[in-house]
Every structure is written in C-alpha cells, then in structure tokens.
C-alpha cells in the first residue's frame, strides 16, 4: 500500500479548483471553516462512539472521515502537512510525560 496522507492532502487541494457539483470537498471550501469544524468535530464523535464498540472495521471507517475531514480543514486554514509532521518531529526529542511536567513552570 503506498497511498499516504500526502497523497489525500493533494487531491483535496486540487478540488479547489472543482465544482460544487461534481466535488463534496469543493462544497465544504464554499460552505467555509465552521462548516468543515463542525464536520470534523461531527466525525469525532463518531470516532469516540465507535471506538467503544467492536466493530475495528466500522471503528477504522469513522477514523478516515476524521483524517479527510482534518486534512480539509488544513487545507481550508492553509496548515501544510508538513508543518504539522515537522511539530511531531520536534516533539520526539521529548516524552510526553516530561513535556507535561515542564508546563507552567516558572522559568
Ligand atoms: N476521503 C474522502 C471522504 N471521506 C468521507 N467523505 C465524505 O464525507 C461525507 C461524510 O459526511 P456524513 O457521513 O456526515 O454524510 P452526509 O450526511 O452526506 O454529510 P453532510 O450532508 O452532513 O455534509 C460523505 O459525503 C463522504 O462521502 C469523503 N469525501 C471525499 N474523500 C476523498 O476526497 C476525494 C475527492 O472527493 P470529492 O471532493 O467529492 O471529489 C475522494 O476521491 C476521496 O479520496
């Protein structure tokens, strides 16, 4: 399987360039932010209620309608993928359990 994240993030930057018609992606871009916000917060909800389920197969399906609807949103609110892969790298040099116990101290 060689299909990645970067891929789907490029067919949803080409249908900026779609119609409404013929592109459900184009019509959240039309439709604007607080659409596809809701649209992903939608989508994780649905995630949490699957993941208390059985069913992986239903419980992956919710998880690819919340990571298209993310990468929209990123594209919508011009985030590169890449920037954010770049903050998860930087994040590796630290667990997260020490960076937890570094917040909000007085420096
Ligand atoms: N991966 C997806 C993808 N995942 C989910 N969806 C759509 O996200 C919507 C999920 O919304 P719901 O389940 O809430 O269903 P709904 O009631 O139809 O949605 P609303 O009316 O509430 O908006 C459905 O219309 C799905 O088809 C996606 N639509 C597009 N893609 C990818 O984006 C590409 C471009 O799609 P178009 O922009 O439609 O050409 C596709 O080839 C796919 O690769």
Redesign the pocket.
Known sequence: MSFSLDD?AR??RT?RE?TEE???????FVAGTP?IAK?FG??AV?TVIAALGEDKQALAGEI??V???LLVLMEAREIALTDVLAELERRTGQSGLAEKAARGKPS
């Open positions: 789907l067919i949803i249908r779609a013929a592109s459900y992606t184009k019509s959240l659409r649209k939608e989508e649905e690819a309608d990571l298209y609807h």
